[in-house]
């Protein structure tokens, strides 16, 4: 099979666009940074709800929702350390 280098050249630079990054996006560490900052806002708005609720500011409902949703946001941040520490795991046992 003969094939030519500038038709492989050709090929790769027509696949170029669509492994390039997107433009405006923000790279890994912004995202986990404002991922980070989303969830101690979320977990410090719980917090507030509860106090409120303790002194009769806040109804039980709301306070409900919050406690659920606090749930459900460190669950998921469990999972996501669960699985980085699984792939950390993975490379380490990759053969060198």
Partial sequence: MDVKLSQVA????????ATAPKE???SGGEGFAR???DFA????N????????MV?????????QALAETELAVET???VRDKVVEAYQEILRMPV
Avoid: W
Wanted: proline content about 5%; overall charge negative.
């Fill in 10 to 17: 050709r090929l790769y630079e027509g696949a170029r666009p």
């Fill in 56 to 64: 009769g500011k806040a109804d039980p409902h709301a306070l409900v």
């Fill in 46 to 53: 719980a917090e507030r709800v509860a106090q409120d609720a």
């Fill in 77 to 79: 941040a469990v999972t």
């Fill in 41 to 44: 806002t979320m977990l410090s």
């Fill in 35 to 37: 991922v980070a900052q």
């Fill in 24 to 26: 405006g996006t923000e």
